[in-house]
C-alpha cells in the first residue's frame, strides 16, 4: 500500500483575518453539525465515531459547476479547543487527491478578533500544481465563507429556523423506510443529485436510520431548506419517525418558519406516520 512517505508530499496555506472571536471561530468550524449552515455547499455531515477529542466525520457537499453532483469523504480529526487547533486527515482518495490532512487554527489578534490559518498536505497522481490550485481556490472560498459567517451579528444564529417533529409509524424500520422512499421524488441510491419538481435536489441515505433531503434552490424566501427523517424502533411495535427541518431566512422569518413547520407535517406524512 503507498503511504505518504511513498509518495512527495505538496502543501498549501491560507489565512485570514476576521473580525470575531477566536474561541466563536473555532467553534463554528470545528461544529460539523452546523456545516450545512456555516457552508451552502454542504448538503449533510454525520459523525460516525468520537473518543475523546477523537472523532471521524463523513461529508457530503455538491460540487460546484452546472453539472452537479456529490463529493463525499471522511476525514479524522483531532480537536483542541484549549489550543484552538484542530487536526484532520482524509480516509481514502477524493479525486485527483490520493491523501491529504492539515491543521487549522484560530490565533486570538490583540485589540479583537483572530487570524485563521490551515496547513495542507497532500499527495496525488494528478499535476501537483493543478491540485494545489484546486485546493488554493477552494481553501480561500471557505476562509471567505467562514469570515462572512462568523461576523455577522445573525448568519449562525437569527437568521436560522429550526422545526422538528415525531410520531410513530406502523411496521417494521424497513418498511417504514421503504414507504418514505417511495414517497420521495428523488432518484434511487444512497446518494442522489438530480432535478425534480422542486428543481435541484440531493438526497442520501444514510445507513437504516438517516434520510436527507436539501433543496438547492428552495422557495423564497428561504435561502437553505433541508429535511431530516431519523428512524428509532419502539419498544412496543413501531417506528419513531423525527422529521426535522432546517431553513435560514436573512428576510420573511415568520414565512419561513410557516414553510418550515408545514414541511416538517409532509414530512411525516410522507414516512406514513401521524
Do not use: N
Request: charged fraction near 25%; proline fraction near 5%.
Amino acid at each position: 500500500m503507498t503511504t505518504a512517505t511513498d509518495r512527495q508530499i505538496h502543501r498549501t496555506s491560507a489565512t485570514v483575518d476576521v473580525d470575531a472571536p477566536a474561541d466563536v471561530v473555532y467553534r463554528a468550524l470545528t461544529d460539523v453539525a452546523d456545516w450545512p449552515v456555516l457552508y451552502p455547499w454542504i448538503a449533510h455531515t454525520e459523525v460516525l465515531a468520537r473518543e475523546g477529542a477523537d472523532d471521524e466525520v463523513k461529508f457530503w457537499a455538491v460540487r460546484p459547476g452546472p453539472e452537479g453532483g456529490l463529493r463525499i469523504w471522511t476525514s479524522k480529526r483531532t480537536l483542541d479547543p484549549v489550543a484552538r487547533r484542530m487536526v484532520f486527515e482524509q480516509q481514502g482518495s477524493v479525486g485527483p487527491i490520493e491523501q491529504l490532512g492539515g491543521t487549522w487554527d484560530f490565533v486570538a489578534r490583540e485589540g479583537g478578533g483572530c487570524r485563521v490559518e490551515s496547513g495542507h498536505w497532500f499527495t496525488t497522481d494528478a499535476d501537483p500544481a493543478v491540485t494545489a490550485g484546486e485546493l488554493d481556490r477552494h481553501g480561500a472560498l471557505q476562509m471567505r465563507t467562514l469570515k462572512s459567517q462568523t461576523e455577522s451579528a445573525t448568519a449562525l444564529t437569527t437568521d436560522v429556523v429550526r422545526v422538528e417533529a415525531s410520531a410513530v409509524a406502523k411496521g417494521p424500520l424497513a418498511e417504514v423506510r421503504a414507504r418514505l422512499l417511495a414517497a420521495l421524488p428523488a432518484g434511487e441510491g444512497d446518494a442522489w443529485f438530480g432535478e425534480t419538481e422542486a428543481g435541484p435536489t440531493v438526497q442520501i441515505v444514510h445507513g437504516d436510520g438517516v434520510v436527507v433531503q436539501k433543496l438547492l434552490s428552495p422557495p423564497e424566501p428561504a435561502e437553505l431548506l433541508r429535511t431530516r427523517w431519523l428512524f428509532d424502533e419502539e419498544a412496543g411495535g413501531g417506528v419513531r419517525v423525527t422529521a426535522d427541518v432546517l431553513a435560514v431566512a436573512t428576510r420573511g422569518h415568520d414565512q419561513v418558519r410557516a414553510l418550515a413547520e408545514a414541511g416538517v407535517r409532509d414530512a411525516l406524512a410522507r414516512a406514513g406516520a401521524r
